[in-house]
C-alpha cells in the first residue's frame, strides 16, 4: 500500500520559471520535450521540492527505502531560444517524444464522425415525427386546423337569428350530409363547395359552425392566414394534410375563414405574383377538384372581399354557391337581439323592439355587444336586472360613440351654436315632404367627438331612394352649416361630418345612381370592397373627373342654398326651439314636433296622415323611455340627464334604411 502510494515514476508540476532556474543551476539531469509540455528530472544531489507536500513525500520514501525518489517533473512548453545551449552546456540529456501524430489522427478523425453521427441521430428523429405527424419539421406542413364534433360546437340553426334566406340555403346541405343516400339514389351531387359572402360580423362563421352542428358532423375550422408561411411550399403542404385527414373523417365540413388571404387573384390587379400564395392555391384547386363529394365532404368559406378572390376559386365545380349574410333587417335585428338576451335577467321595461328600431344598419356581433355592454352596465350600478336605460345607454356606446363626455363640459357659446346647429338639421328635414321624421336631438357631447346629434328613423325598410329624397337628404345635412351661418354670421368646423355625408350622397348620385342632367345614365365609378364600405373607384379620365367635381359641387350649393332659404322662412321657429333645446339638451321628436307646428302653423300633410300615427306611437315609446331614463340619470352621482337613442354616424346614401344622423365634430380645436 505504502510503495503503490510513493511511487518511483511520480510526476508533479511546476512552473516555467522554476524550470529555468534549475537549468540555470545545472541541476537538470534529463529533460523531454513532448508536445506543448516539458517533461525533466533533477540530479540526486539537488535538493529541489516542486512544494512540500512533495518534499515530504520524498524524504518519507528515503526513510522507508534508503533512496532517493525519482520524481518526473513537468511545465509548459514555451518557445525559448536561449533554452536548448543552456541545456547542451550543461550536459543535460534532451529527448523528444512526438505523440502530435497519432493525436492529431485520433482529433481528425473523432471530428469527421461525432458530427456525422449527431446528424444522423436527428435526421432520424425528425423523419420518425414527419412520417407520424404529416408534417414537416416542428409540424410546420402540418394543418393547424382546430377540430369540432357535435357537442364541442353547441351552435345550431336556432342559435343563427336575422339571417333566414343564408339559412334557407344552406338547410339542403344539411339534409345532403344527413341522408347523402336520399340524393345519390336519384343522381344528384353535393355541392363540393359554398362561400358565404357578407359585412363582418354578420354571423358568416356562425352559420358555418351551425351547418356541422345540424348535420353532426366534424366540423375542421380555420383562417385562410394559417396556410401560409415564410417557407415557400408550406401553405400546399397544410392543405394538403387538412384534405387527408378530413378524408378520413368524411362526411365532414372544412370551413376557410378570411379566404381571400390565400384566394386572391393571381393577377397582378390584386396583388398576385406570390410564390407561397399562388402554389398554396393551386393545391387547395387541386384538392377541391379531388375529392368525391359522394362521401360526404363539403367546404365552407367566408370572405368580405369576394372581388379579389380568383376566378378559378369561383367557378361551378368548386364554390359552386354564394351565399349572402348581409346586415339584418328590422325583425331580423330583433330577432337577434331576442336570441343574445335569452340567457340575460331583464326587467319588465326592457323594450327589444324599440332597440332594433334604433339600430338600423347594424350586424349581429353589434348587437350581442349592445346586450352584454347592457348587462355590464345593470352589474356596474348594483342592480340584479337589465332595465331599457341600460339597453339605450349600452346602443349609445357600441354603435354612436362612446359614453358622455362630463369631464370637459362645453361653454355656453358652443352650447348655442351646437343647439342651432341641430336645430337646424331636425327644422329643415321637418320642412321638407321625403325625409324621415325626428326622433330625437341632443346636444350632450360624447367621448367619440360628436357634440349633438339629430336622430331621424324610418318608420320601415327602405330599399330604394328617389332622387328627390336625396336632394333632400343633402339639404338635411346642410342645414347645420346653415343655422350657423344665418344665426351667427361664421361657420364652424362642427359639418365636418355633415359635409362628408353630403358629398358621398351627391357623388353617388352623379356617378353611380345616374342622376345628373349633364351625365345622364352613365357609370364613371365603381366600388371597390363593398362589404367594407370601400370607397368609390373612378372609372373616367381627368377632365370628366373635373366636371364630376363641378356637378357635385353644383349639387351640394343647391341643396344648401334650399336649407338657408327654409331656415331663413321660419326663423322664428329656429330660434324658440334652439332655446328650448339649449335648456334642456336632449328633446324628443314629438316635443320637437309640436313645438314646430304650433310656431309654424303648418299642420301634418294628408297624404302622410297613416304615417304621422306611427309616428307618434313611436314619439309616445320615445317620450315613456325618456321619462325612465330621467328617473334612472337622477338617481346617479351626477344627475346629468342622459340621451335615450342613437345611432351611427357613418351611414351610406345608398344603404336607405339606415336612421339619418346629423352629428357635429369637435367645433374648436382643443
Not at 368548386?318 to 335569452?342: C, N, S
Amino acid at each position: 500500500m505504502l510503495y503503490n502510494r510513493l511511487d518511483s515514476s511520480a510526476n508533479r508540476t511546476v512552473s516555467y520559471d522554476k524550470f529555468y532556474k534549475l537549468a540555470e543551476k545545472n541541476e537538470l539531469k534529463s529533460v523531454t520535450f513532448d508536445g506543448s509540455k516539458i517533461n525533466f528530472k533533477v540530479r540526486e544531489s539537488s535538493n529541489f521540492y516542486a512544494g512540500q507536500d512533495d518534499k515530504n513525500e520524498q524524504e518519507l520514501y528515503r526513510q522507508t527505502t534508503g533512496q532517493k525518489q525519482d520524481v518526473n517533473y513537468s511545465t509548459g512548453y514555451i518557445s525559448d531560444d536561449d533554452l536548448l545551449p543552456l541545456l547542451k552546456k550543461n550536459d543535460v540529456t534532451i529527448n523528444v517524444q512526438d505523440s502530435s501524430s497519432t493525436s492529431a489522427i485520433i482529433y481528425n478523425i473523432l471530428s469527421f464522425i461525432v458530427p456525422l453521427v449527431i446528424i444522423w441521430i436527428i435526421f432520424a428523429v425528425v423523419m420518425r415525427r414527419m412520417s407520424s405527424s404529416g408534417g414537416m419539421l416542428g409540424g410546420v406542413g402540418k394543418s393547424n386546423a382546430k377540430v369540432y364534433v357535435q357537442k364541442q360546437t353547441g351552435v345550431t340553426f336556432d342559435d343563427v337569428a336575422g339571417q333566414d334566406e343564408a339559412k334557407e340555403s344552406l338547410q339542403e346541405v344539411v339534409d345532403f350530409l344527413k341522408n347523402p343516400s336520399k340524393y345519390t339514389q336519384i343522381g344528384a351531387k353535393l355541392p363540393k363547395g359554398a362561400l358565404l359572402v357578407g359585412p363582418p360580423g354578420t354571423g358568416k362563421t356562425l352559420l358555418a359552425k351551425a351547418v356541422a352542428g345540424e348535420a353532426g358532423v366534424p366540423f375542421f375550422s380555420l383562417a385562410g392566414s394559417d396556410f401560409v408561411e415564410m417557407f415557400v411550399g408550406v401553405g400546399a403542404s397544410r392543405v394538403r394534410d387538412l384534405f387527408n385527414e378530413a378524408k378520413r373523417q368524411a362526411p365532414c365540413i372544412i370551413f376557410i375563414d378570411e379566404i381571400d388571404a390565400i384566394g386572391k387573384s393571381r393577377d397582378s390587379k390584386f396583388g398576385g405574383g406570390n410564390d407561397e400564395r399562388e402554389q398554396t392555391l393551386n393545391q387547395l384547386l387541386a384538392e377541391m377538384d379531388g375529392f368525391d363529394t359522394s362521401k360526404g365532404l363539403l367546404i365552407l368559406a367566408a370572405t368580405n372581399r369576394p372581388e379579389v378572390l380568383d376566378k378559378a376559386l369561383l367557378r361551378p365545380g368548386r364554390f359552386d354557391r354564394r351565399i349572402i349574410v348581409d346586415r339584418p333587417d328590422m325583425k331580423g335585428r330583433l330577432e337577434t337581439l331576442r336570441v343574445h338576451a335569452k340567457d340575460v335577467k331583464m326587467d319588465s321595461t326592457c323594450d327589444l323592439e324599440a332597440i332594433a328600431l334604433a339600430s338600423a344598419g347594424l350586424v349581429g356581433s353589434d348587437l350581442a355587444n349592445i346586450i352584454n355592454e347592457a348587462a355590464i352596465l345593470a352589474v356596474e350600478n348594483g342592480r340584479q336586472y337589465v332595465s331599457q336605460p341600460d339597453l339605450f345607454e349600452a346602443f349609445e356606446r357600441v354603435a354612436v360613440g362612446g359614453k358622455e363626455k362630463k369631464d370637459r363640459p362645453m361653454s355656453d357659446k358652443e352650447r348655442h351654436i351646437v343647439s342651432y346647429h341641430e336645430v337646424g338639421h331636425a327644422l329643415v328635414s321637418a320642412l321638407q315632404k321625403n325625409t324621415d321624421p325626428v326622433q330625437k336631438i341632443t346636444i350632450v357631447p360624447r367621448t367619440m367627438g360628436a357634440l349633438g346629434y339629430t336622430l331621424q328613423t324610418p318608420e320601415e325598410e327602405k330599399f330604394l331612394q328617389s332622387k328627390e329624397e336625396l336632394e333632400e337628404d343633402i339639404a338635411t345635412f346642410m342645414g347645420g352649416r346653415a343655422a350657423e351661418e344665418i344665426v351667427f354670421h361664421s361657420i364652424t368646423s362642427g359639418a365636418a361630418n355633415d359635409i362628408e355625408k353630403a358629398t358621398n350622397i351627391a357623388r353617388n348620385m352623379v356617378t353611380r345612381f345616374g342622376m345628373s342632367e349633364k351625365f345622364g345614365m352613365m357609370g364613371l365609378a365603381t366600388v371597390e370592397s363593398q362589404y367594407l364600405d370601400g370607397g368609390a373607384q373612378m372609372t373616367c379620365g381627368e377632365q370628366t373627373a373635373s366636371e364630376v367635381d363641378a356637378e357635385v359641387h353644383s349639387i351640394i350649393e343647391s341643396a344648401y342654398n334650399q336649407a338657408k332659404k327654409l331656415l331663413t322662412e321660419h326663423r322664428d321657429a329656429l330660434d324658440q326651439i334652439s332655446e328650448y333645446l339649449y335648456k334642456k339638451e336632449t328633446i324628443t321628436g314629438k316635443e320637437f314636433m309640436d313645438m314646430f307646428r304650433q310656431i309654424t302653423g303648418i299642420e301634418a300633410d294628408p297624404e302622410k296622415e297613416t304615417e304621422d300615427k306611427k309616428v307618434d306611437e313611436n314619439h309616445e315609446v320615445a317620450e315613456r323611455l325618456q321619462r325612465e331614463m330621467d328617473s334612472y340619470e337622477s338617481s346617479k352621482a351626477t344627475g346629468k340627464t342622459d340621451d335615450t337613442t342613437r345611432t351611427s354616424a357613418g351611414d351610406k346614401a345608398d344603404d336607405a334604411s339606415k336612421p339619418e344622423v346629423s352629428s357635429d365634430d369637435e367645433i374648436f380645436d382643443e
